[in-house]
């Protein structure tokens, strides 16, 4: 049975309502940092939003990657799922302006008529643009300002100055497919790129989300709310310190990208991100540091091999049950814990890093 764009979502209150700003982001798609994720969730906390359209998740969705959540108490199976979610929901800014929003599961099937199908919902609400917001792990330290790159369906699109020259492939998220198909339809798209150091990839990074909520704004002519992602920045700023604190090694690798950062940048802020250009030449010890990722790497490696040895233990039917539950991104504050734990001679020391998509 073929499946039309119409079929694929069902209107909510807010559906027809007008709007000249389309923004994208998808869970699941390139977002170092949990980047653009938080900059929806403080979006959809701060401001007024209703529901224009609910996407078909059966349609859409393999549930093999996108697994329903199911809570068991007292090893009674709750009938109440957690669902994955596609959506469009209608966002006001603090002046009073619309912008649509796209969130939720990233598709697995149908991207054609799905977009077909958002094409449609941008034509009824009269949508000019597009942006779609990202965290990319880069060579950058957390001790400077995040850099913030673009990405246009056109060259008239791109901001002035500032470039750097580049050629990249590699597969492309769903917001970029959406993006490229909608400018083929006379509506350009910006994606606007946060850089999130590589350490902190795996980790929330407010600093690169209320970066990339600052640079949306500007772009689009906004009021947005990013106080929360501000002091969220500097709690975690305080608390990555903490953890740099007292490692020579980690404080020269912070250091070596501190003066790559300051060379690259030369006060305009263009750093590059992966694959869009060679680190200026340096000479000695820091012509090749080793990055904090090897630092933290060896150390997990070590704990990996211990961790393996461990799992070929029977494994005690409530233990069973305790990895059915999804896990919460580590934070800073987990990471100092298990630091911490592990210099006491406390724990075995950190769990194997998570790696989202």
């Excluded at 002091?231 to 250091?255: F, M, R, Y």
């Excluded at 501190?258 to 991100?273: K, Q, S, V």
């Excluded at 393996?308 to 049950?321: C, I």
Aim: net charge negative.
């Amino acid at each position: 049975m073929s499946i039309t764009a119409t079929d694929l979502y069902a209107d909510g209150p807010a559906a027809g309502a007008k709007a000249k700003i389309l923004l994208i982001h998808f869970d699941g798609a390139i977002d170092a940092g949990g980047a653009g994720r938080m900059a929806i969730g403080q979006m959809l906390r701060s401001l007024h939003n209703e529901r224009v359209a609910t996407f078909d998740a059966d349609a859409l969705m393999d549930y093999r990657s996108h697994r329903p959540v199911v809570t068991v108490d007292n090893w009674v199976a709750s009938p109440e799922m957690v669902m994955p979610e596609t959506v469009v929901d209608l966002v006001v800014d603090d002046m009073g302006n619309p912008i649509l929003v796209l969130h939720g599961a990233e598709p697995d099937a149908h991207w054609e008529s799905f977009t077909t199908a958002i094409s449609s919902i941008c034509e009824r609400a009269g949508v000019e643009i597009t942006f779609s917001l990202h965290g990319v792990p880069s060579g950058v330290p957390h001790t400077r300002p995040t850099p913030v790159h673009v990405q246009a369906t056109d060259a008239s699109l791109l901001p002035s100055g500032g470039r750097i020259t580049n050629h990249m492939q590699f597969p492309s998220p769903l917001s970029t497919f959406i993006q490229i198909r909608l400018g083929q339809r006379g509506i350009g798209g910006l994606a606007l790129l946060g850089a999130v150091p590589y350490y902190m990839a795996d980790t929330g990074y407010p600093a690169a989300s209320s970066a990339l909520l600052t640079s949306f704004a500007k772009f689009a002519d906004l009021s947005l709310p990013v106080g929360d992602l501000e002091q969220g920045a500097a709690q975690d700023q305080e608390n990555i310190e903490k953890l740099v604190e007292g490692n020579p090694e980690v404080s020269h690798t912070v250091l070596a990208l501190e003066e790559h950062f300051d060379a690259w940048t030369g006060g305009n802020g263009a750093i590059p991100l992966p694959g869009m250009g060679e680190p200026p030449a340096v000479s000695g010890e820091d012509k090749a540091p080793k990055d904090i990722g090897d630092v933290i790497e060896a150390y997990l490696a070590q704990v990996s091999r211990a961790q393996d040895a461990e799992s070929k233990t029977v494994r005690s039917p409530s233990l069973a049950q305790e990895e059915q539950v999804p896990s919460k991104p580590d934070t800073i504050e987990d990471v100092l814990a298990r630091i911490e734990a592990r210099r006491n001679g406390q724990g075995p020391g950190p769990s194997r890093p998570r790696h989202r998509a």
